[in-house]
C-alpha cells in the first residue's frame, strides 16, 4: 500500500469525471497528427532544377555547359576541392546532410540528382 502511496504522488493521470445525472463518463477527443516524409517528397523534376541551379550558380562554372548529364571534372574541368564546395552547396539548398563516403561518390550532376531524389529528408 505505501508503494502504490508513493507511485501515485509521482504520477498524473487524467481522470474522468461522472456527470451529475450519473451517467458514464463522455470519452475525451484525442488528436493524432501523423508525419510522412512521402506525403511532400520532392519530384524528380524539382530536384532536377534545383541541383542545376546550385551546379550554375557555382562560381567556376559556365551555366550553359551544366546539364542533368554533366560530369564536374570531365566536363567542366572542376577540381576534387570544386567538387566538395558543390556538396556542400547541395546540402545546404536541400537541408540534408551527407555522408563522407556518400559526397565522394558524387562526382556528376546525375548522382548528385539520384541521391537526392532517393533521400528520404531532402527538402
Known sequence: MAL???VLRHIRLPVQTLAATGSRPQPQ?????LF?????????EEVIDR?????????????SQVTPDVHFQKD????????VEIVM???????LEIPDKEADKIDSC???IEYIYNHPMAG
Not at 36 to 44: A, E, F, I
Open 4 to 6: 502504490r502511496a508513493a
Open 29 to 33: 477527443l484525442s488528436f493524432l497528427r
Open 36 to 44: 510522412s516524409s512521402h506525403d511532400d517528397h520532392l519530384t524528380k
Open 51 to 63: 541541383v542545376l541551379d546550385v551546379v550554375k550558380s557555382f562560381p567556376k562554372v559556365e551555366p
Open 76 to 83: 567542366l574541368g572542376l577540381d576534387s576541392l570544386d567538387n
Open 89 to 95: 552547396a547541395l546540402e545546404e539548398e536541400f537541408k
Open 110 to 112: 546525375n548522382l548528385a
